[in-house]
């Protein structure tokens, strides 16, 4: 592997193989999701405990201080909106890798659709921009999404999405948890994979016991979004979810460090 690359990676994924991305890219077809109205003022607080953020160009220009020290993820698919729900699956790419190099992204992403009419499109679309990410050195992670289909997310499905994008060339893979038979996804899956969350649970340990659970079933982390910036204590969450990954607290003991967090925000 070039140095570059390798270079790249180290950045995203830390020395303990373990890693904590917090997206705020929803907006790019959810437009201003709940909690997500100014991205900016959303990620700030938690910059501290990601170890990289992943959005789109336009947000990065206009809403993060260019000074800001995380590796930055950056989004290159879409062209799709919820006012089109069933048609979700039909991205193309909306950012060039030139563009992803002037803004000195550290990877990009984009969503495959596998099992939906844009299987095929998306999943091209993958593959020609892995083309291009090697030959600069840059990490493509594919995102293994369902649209609104999000029953799909069983340990077959997620299984045989994430194998197909490591072997288009995926560097890490972003699927989802599921509770039965993770490890499947996991094992048959070549390249480092972490875990979104969907749309917000509530309870904080039932997420505390997902990300638990796949980091013992070998996902090397997270790239969680709305069940941290949704929450009503973020960085408790954010903090919490730190301790699983890197620290290799129980859920239980990331329900402390989330109630002494909680606390010494609502004392303070
Ligand atoms: C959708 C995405 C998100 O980055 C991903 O789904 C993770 O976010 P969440 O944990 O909120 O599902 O690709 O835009």
Known sequence: MDWGMRNRLSKLIQRDGRALFIPIDHGYFQGPTRKLEKPGETIKPLLPYADAIMLTRGILRNCIDPTVDKPIILRVSGGTSMARRAELDQEGQITSVREAIRLNACAVSMSIFVGAP???????NFARLVDECEDYGIPAMAVTAVGAELEKRDARYLALASRIAAELGARVVKTYYCEEGFEKVVDGCPVPIVIAGGPKVDSELEVFNWVYDAIQKGAIGVNLGRNIWQHDYP?????AIRAIIHENATPKEAQQVFE?????????
Do not use: D, N, Y
């Not at 844009?118 to 091209?124: K, R």
């Open 260 to 268: 002494e967090t909680k606390r010494a925000t609502t004392s303070g």
């Open 118 to 124: 844009g299987e095929h499109q998306t999943l091209l």
């Open 235 to 239: 960085v408790a969450m954010a903090k």
